[in-house]
């Protein structure tokens, strides 16, 4: 089966063949399959009334165990953000109720994100179905070969420093 990037190499082998594009290959793909699966996820947490990222942070308070709470700094690590777009997070849901601000009982200084009633269960919620979304979307890969991209896709990010 050829798709769009095979295209491309097929390109760059007749126009450089002194250059080899295989890196172009797995490179253009996963750029490919990412805009793909952040536009299905985009839609599926718009149909629950939440945008991805604010998934993404009541999922990280919810599975961070009772009481449901993190550090900003927590946040920005699992996020991937940075301190500013995590505050522009925490005030948006905090508006929304789903998460509060409470001081750190060890810290006085610092303060604590935790998951409100409301925040907890809407993740509770909706779990399962995002789950079974994100099994359809990968549906088309056998069990082994799950585990194998799994794995390699696991050790490509941690030799770039994602760990």
Same mark, same amino acid.
């Given at each position: 089966?050829?798709?769009? =990037?095979?295209?491309? !190499?097929?390109?760059?082998? /007749?126009?450089? %063949?002194?250059?080899?594009?295989? %890196?172009?290959?797995?490179?253009?793909?996963?750029?490919?399959?990412?805009?793909?699966?952040?536009?299905?996820?985009?839609?599926?947490?718009?149909?629950?009334? +939440?945008?991805?990222?604010?998934?993404?942070?009541?999922?990280?308070?919810?599975? &961070? $165990? &009772?009481?449901?709470? #993190?550090?900003? $700094?927590? !946040?920005?690590? /699992?996020?991937?953000?940075? &301190?500013?777009?995590?505050?522009?997070?925490?005030?948006? !849901?905090?508006?929304? *109720?789903?998460?509060?601000?409470?001081?750190?009982?060890?810290?006085?200084?610092?303060?604590?994100?935790? #998951? /409100?009633?409301?925040?907890?269960? #809407? =993740?509770?919620?909706?779990?399962?179905?995002? =789950?079974?979304?994100? /099994?359809?979307?990968?549906?088309? #890969? %056998?069990?082994?070969?799950?585990?194998?991209?799994? *794995?390699?896709?696991? *050790? +490509? !990010?941690?030799? +770039? $420093?994602?760990?």
């Amino acid at each position: 089966m050829r798709d769009a =990037v095979d295209e491309i !190499l097929a390109q760059w082998r /007749t126009e450089r %063949p002194d250059i080899d594009p295989w %890196p172009m290959g797995i490179v253009g793909r996963i750029s490919r399959l990412s805009r793909v699966l952040d536009r299905e996820l985009k839609e599926f947490f718009a149909g629950h009334g +939440l945008e991805s990222w604010e998934f993404d942070v009541l999922a990280a308070l919810r599975r &961070s $165990g &009772s009481p449901y709470e #993190l550090t900003a $700094g927590a !946040l920005i690590r /699992t996020a991937m953000v940075t &301190s500013g777009a995590i505050t522009n997070r925490i005030d948006r !849901l905090t508006a929304r *109720g789903f998460v509060e601000r409470v001081p750190d009982e060890q810290d006085r200084r610092s303060v604590r994100v935790r #998951l /409100t009633g409301e925040g907890r269960a #809407l =993740v509770d919620d909706i779990l399962a179905a995002h =789950v079974a979304n994100e /099994t359809r979307l990968l549906s088309a #890969l %056998p069990a082994d070969e799950r585990d194998h991209l799994a *794995g390699s896709l696991r *050790g +490509l !990010l941690s030799s +770039l $420093g994602d760990t």
